[in-house]
Nanobody, 120 residues
């Protein structure tokens, strides 16, 4: 059972990246899914969440209008399209299942190992 993120990397300010999260052993279909990030010396924070039926999508104020969360149930994948990237977006980004919104519990649900995003 695992969530595996990919798509991170280094990009210049204003650039774009698309993060992917592949689920194996668990389904993303019908589950709350989300992306969190953690920068060095800072608390882990919610970036984007999508509800069980995709009817509710929530973004952190800092990424609204720039990031888009989506999923493909047929591929068991979650995505985060990140545009107009800023240096303050630099962090390790984590895919998570069974979380919605800003509260989180590392001992609940499923978490990926993270992928580094660096914006300079």
């Amino acid at each position: 059972v695992q969530l595996v993120e990919s798509g991170g990397g280094s990009v210049q300010t204003g650039g774009s990246l698309r993060l992917s999260c592949e689920a194996s052993g668990v389904t993303v279909n019908g589950k709350c899914m989300g992306w969190f990030r953690q920068a060095p010396g800072r608390e882990r924070e919610a970036v984007a969440s999508i509800s069980t039926d995709d009817g509710i999508i929530d973004y952190a104020d800092s990424v609204k209008g720039r990031f888009t969360i989506s999923r493909d149930n047929t591929k068991n994948m979650l995505y985060l399209q990140m545009n107009s990237l800023k240096p303050e977006d630099t962090a390790v980004y984590y895919c998570v299942r069974d979380h919605f919104g800003s509260n989180y519990d590392l001992n609940f649900g499923y978490w990926g190992q993270g992928t580094q995003v660096t914006v300079s």
